[in-house]
């Protein structure tokens, strides 16, 4: 669930002759980024064809539905999921997610057992399929988060279901107020039972209820649900940190773009900020973890499993041939060259040094003198 930014180069005992605070940018796209498959409930027709409800199941259902309808807007369902969706999307963007959606149209024919197979196929996370909710009453009212019941089908993905539906119910709760109707165990969806990742489904709230038919065709409020359900995707990918934070000055080089996290109960929790390539000042360890502090306050990276160490050096090297400069030792492409000259080193490791040039800190590798 949890993947790793990559690694970090630790610098010991670094001073730089002109400090510059970290900046940090709106977004960090990486293919290592987590991958969140959204699934907008529904579509313009239904198919009542028949499948499976699941994996070698003899009970058939209707391939898809097109959903209820709101009770005083008029509106369909299948358009408020994927109006809602498209807000999540954004949202989970920004924070640096991937994000795979099984439809961005009305105008599909997608079964529930195929929205199943598109989040599968990503490999995705977490698939989180959004629906909006009817019942005979109009007084019934409240959100619900779904999850596979235990089954040989959910069997692999059921704890992690679970925690999701948790998560996402109290983020969503505390963002609009509204009623909750709790996490509640389903046998009976092919989108559960075809799943073969973590899943869960939102129901937004009723669409029979007048109050909360308004709601969901009301802008802001969507826009609050939105932001609910992806502050509980968000929690539930954190990652747990281990041992205790501890006081620790240093500097870090970081050879890529870094995400920035906010630590929460014993958790890293991501934050749509991060870090270009550049060397950061910490003040405090958490296990593979470093503080940094950035105009947004203290924010935390992912230092990878097994920093690089580079130690502080005040040698001349002198260059006897061309030589390729890297903008980190991890770099496979060289961003420009040096002619055989002097040139001072500030730091070293294994066998690369960093120097001062026109384009500003950069690395070499050569045999120097």
């Not at 409930?41 to 199941?57: D, K, R, S, T, W």
């Not at 007048?210 to 939105?226: F, I, M, R, T």
């Not at 958490?286 to 502090?293: A, E, I, L, P, T």
């Not at 050096?313 to 991890?330: F, G, N, Q, V």
Request: glycine share 8%.
């Amino acid at each position: 669930m949890i993947r790793r930014l990559g690694c970090i180069v630790i610098i010991s005992g670094f001073l730089l002759s002109a400090s510059i605070g970290p900046t940090a940018s709106a977004e960090a796209k990486n293919s290592k980024e987590p991958v969140i498959c959204l699934d907008p409930g529904h579509q313009l027709y239904g198919n009542n064809e028949l499948e499976p409800v699941g994996p070698g199941a003899k009970e058939m259902k209707a391939k898809v539905t097109s959903g209820t309808r709101g009770v005083k807007t008029k509106k369909p369902e299948y358009v408020v999921t994927l109006e809602a969706s498209l807000l999540m999307k954004a949202k989970l963007e920004a924070l640096g997610y991937q994000v795979r959606m099984t439809r961005d149209t009305h105008e599909v024919d997608l079964s529930n057992k195929e929205r199943a197979a598109v989040c599968n196929q990503a490999r995705a996370d977490l698939a989180v399929r959004v629906h909006a909710d009817g019942d005979g009453s109009p007084k019934t009212k409240g959100i619900s988060l779904l999850y596979p019941a235990w089954s040989e089908w959910s069997r692999p993905i059921f704890a992690q279901s679970k925690e999701a539906a948790q998560d996402v119910l109290n983020e969503v709760l505390a963002a609009t107020g509204a009623a909750s109707r709790g996490i509640v165990l389903r046998s009976d969806l092919s989108g559960f039972n075809w799943s073969e990742v973590p899943s869960i489904l939102v129901e937004m709230g009723f669409m029979t209820n007048p109050e909360e038919d308004e709601k969901l065709s009301d802008a802001g409020y969507l826009d609050q649900l939105a932001q609910g359900v992806v502050n509980g995707i968000n929690s539930f990918m954190a990652t747990q940190t281990e041992g205790t934070e501890r006081e620790q000055q240093g500097r870090i080089y970081l050879p890529e773009t870094a995400r920035l996290y906010e630590s929460r109960n014993g958790k890293m929790i991501r934050t749509a900020l991060s870090l270009t390539p550049q060397t950061v000042q910490t003040s405090a360890v958490w296990g593979n973890w470093r503080k940094v502090s950035t105009w947004a306050g203290d924010k935390w990276v992912d230092a990878g499993q097994i920093p690089i160490e580079a130690q502080k050096t005040e040698r001349l090297l002198e260059l006897t041939k061309d030589t390729a400069m890297y903008r980190s030792p991890l770099d496979k492409a060289p961003v420009g060259g040096l002619t055989p000259q002097k040139v001072q080193a500030y730091e070293q490791w294994n066998g690369w040094y960093s120097i001062d040039t026109w384009m500003g800190r950069v690395w070499i590798q050569a045999d120097v003198q």
